[in-house]
């Protein structure tokens, strides 16, 4: 994990992943639900990097699996419903470590990163301001302050 004061991002680029096929999927789904291989098209990515990430989506009850021809991905639920730490916490149990590669896709670079600046920035204010001694039981704080 990177500080956002090192400019990079500091979500991992599964999570990223994962906020993008979600928004993308809200973006795309009507008729048909969208296949994994015009979402990984989409993100310039091999479908092997995406699949453990939509399956983890699904698992998590954000998107559904539709089987069969014409089959994809779409919503579980409303996009208003649906929040970025629900999709990060999903990402989080994506099985297999294999990582992830660069994204290039303009969903990713104009909308996805500059939404998670924000929450970068604030996670790394506040990360900023918290000390090992903040994090030590009470017995162990007052023996670090030498009392």
């Given amino acids: ?32 639900p969208v296949s994994a291989k015009a979402l ?9 990097h995406l699949e453990p990430v939509l399956q983890a989506l699904v698992r998590a009850g954000i998107l559904k699996g539709i089987r069969g021809p014409g089959g994809g991905y779409a919503l579980a639920g409303e996009p208003r419903e649906i929040t970025a730490a629900h999709v990060l916490r999903a990402a989080e149990l994506t099985e297999g470590e294999e990582p992830v590669p660069e994204i290039n ?4 670079s104009e909308i996805v990163l ?15 301001r918290i000390t090992i001694a903040d994090m030590l039981p009470p017995a162990a704080q007052q023996r670090a302050a030498g009392a």
Avoid: C, F, W, Y
Avoid at 7 to 31: F, S, Y
Avoid at 40 to 48: F, I, K, N, V
Avoid at 105 to 108: A, G, K, N, Q, Y
Avoid at 114 to 128: C, K, N, S
């Fill in 114 to 128: 500059p939404a998670m600046a924000d929450a970068e920035r604030a996670l790394a204010d506040a990360l900023a």
């Fill in 105 to 108: 896709s303009p969903l990713v």
């Fill in 1 to 32: 994990m990177m500080l956002a004061g090192a400019g990079m991002p500091i979500l991992p680029r599964k999570a990223i992943l994962a906020i993008a096929a979600v928004v993308d999927v809200a973006m795309h789904e009507g008729e048909q």
């Fill in 40 to 48: 990984a098209t989409r993100h310039g990515l091999p479908p092997r």
